[in-house]
């Protein structure tokens, strides 16, 4: 039926005729438009647009390859684990492989088949990069609601100033709109997946195993007689609220990376309209599609 295109496909297809009508370039469109009807075009577009967006990033069918689709596996906006953490697993990493051969086979001996699981810690970042992704997945359509706010505030001058600004003048003009609201939106939504998906308990996992090594390892250095190096970390602490951290770290990065998409379908419309109208297929008229590319290709040469 509809073709899948992005959120600027409806954004700037809308503006640009509402920024054209404010401007009194009548003969473009039809005179029989009334400027409400402009408008009420301009906000039933922008509303659809922000629900193709977020249902992109929604998209949780990728499975740690490279997608194009949602967070996970989306290079452009895959959530890393945070430095926190990572710089906790990779000193804890670090410090295991300096161990020389008579301090692991001391560990090995003392810790027997526990001694495996601080030397796979690994495992529960590769988790918890799943889980922060997944969840802002699953936070994405609460963009939505928070758009139509902006969009429905958006003036006569918005409009135009966004049709003849700079090649991102739209995705700033959200940002500016949007990104409070959207921080309070995500925010607690995102608790409720990452909670889910046992963020907590990932933590408490790297908390119980690196702790119980370091009880048994400091131990060992007591009464080895042998000079073993100090450890990374006396103690990780495990009664943290790691997923309301972890919720407010992925709401940035996930709204980051909303901004970052609408950007670049931005740019791709105002660098080359003729050939983003192409590939919209049945997704607009020709009408619809004509006037796109016909005005984009004015801003673009300044000729409006």
Same mark, same amino acid.
């Given at each position: 039926?509809?073709?899948?295109?992005?959120?600027?496909?409806?954004?700037?297809?809308?503006?640009?005729?509402?920024?054209?009508?404010?401007?009194?370039?009548?003969?473009?469109?039809?005179?029989?438009?009334?400027?409400?009807?402009?408008?009420?075009?301009?906000?039933?577009?922008?509303?659809?647009?922000?629900?193709? *967006?977020?249902?992109?990033?929604?998209?949780?069918?990728?499975?740690?390859?490279?997608?194009?689709?949602?967070?996970?596996?989306?290079?452009?906006?895959?959530?890393?684990?945070?430095?926190?953490?990572?710089?906790?697993?990779?000193?804890?990493?670090?410090?295991?492989?300096?161990?020389?051969?008579?301090?692991?086979?001391?560990?090995?001996?003392?810790?027997?088949?526990?001694?495996?699981?601080?030397?796979?810690?690994?495992?529960?970042?590769?988790?918890?990069?799943?889980?922060?992704?997944?969840?802002?997945?699953?936070?994405?359509?609460?963009?939505?609601?928070?758009?139509?706010? *902006?969009?429905?505030?958006?003036?006569?001058?918005?409009?135009?100033?966004?049709?003849?600004?700079?090649?991102?003048?739209?995705?700033?003009?959200?940002?500016?709109?949007?990104?409070?609201?959207?921080?309070?939106?995500?925010?607690?939504?995102?608790?409720?997946?990452?909670?889910?998906?046992?963020?907590?308990?990932?933590?408490?996992?790297?908390?119980?195993?690196?702790?119980?090594?370091?009880?048994?390892?400091?131990?060992?250095?007591?009464?080895?007689?042998? *000079?073993?190096?100090?450890?990374?970390?006396?103690?990780?602490?495990?009664?943290?609220?790691?997923?309301?951290?972890?919720?407010?770290?992925?709401?940035?990065?996930?709204?980051?990376?909303?901004?970052?998409?609408?950007?670049?379908?931005?740019?791709?419309?105002?660098?080359?309209?003729?050939?983003?109208?192409?590939?919209?297929?049945?997704?607009?008229?020709?009408?619809?599609?004509?006037?796109?590319?016909?005005?984009?290709?004015?801003?673009?040469?300044?000729?409006?």
């Amino acid at each position: 039926m509809f073709r899948k295109f992005g959120f600027f496909g409806f954004l700037f297809g809308s503006i640009s005729a509402f920024g054209l009508f404010s401007c009194g370039l009548h003969d473009i469109l039809d005179d029989s438009i009334s400027e409400t009807k402009m408008v009420e075009a301009l906000q039933e577009a922008l509303v659809l647009g922000s629900k193709t *967006a977020a249902s992109n990033l929604g998209d949780s069918s990728c499975e740690m390859k490279e997608c194009v689709t949602g967070y996970l596996g989306n290079k452009l906006v895959e959530i890393a684990v945070p430095d926190t953490v990572k710089n906790v697993l990779s000193k804890i990493n670090s410090f295991t492989n300096s161990l020389d051969p008579t301090a692991k086979s001391l560990l090995q001996t003392a810790l027997g088949s526990q001694y495996g699981s601080i030397l796979s810690l690994g495992k529960y970042g590769d988790s918890i990069k799943i889980a922060l992704n997944r969840g802002a997945e699953q936070a994405a359509p609460a963009s939505v609601d928070v758009f139509k706010n *902006a969009i429905y505030g958006m003036s006569f001058t918005d409009a135009k100033d966004v049709l003849l600004g700079d090649s991102r003048a739209a995705t700033s003009y959200l940002k500016n709109s949007t990104y409070s609201g959207l921080q309070g939106a995500f925010a607690p939504i995102l608790e409720v997946p990452l909670k889910r998906l046992q963020l907590d308990g990932y933590w408490k996992q790297i908390a119980s195993h690196y702790n119980s090594f370091a009880r048994t390892y400091s131990n060992l250095a007591s009464i080895s007689g042998s *000079a073993l190096p100090g450890l990374p970390y006396e103690a990780l602490p495990d009664d943290e609220d790691f997923s309301t951290y972890m919720a407010e770290y992925a709401t940035g990065k996930a709204l980051d990376g909303l901004f970052l998409m609408v950007g670049k379908q931005e740019e791709q419309l105002r660098e080359d309209p003729w050939g983003t109208v192409s590939s919209l297929g049945d997704f607009v008229s020709d009408a619809v599609g004509d006037l796109l590319g016909d005005i984009f290709s004015k801003a673009k040469n300044n000729q409006l």
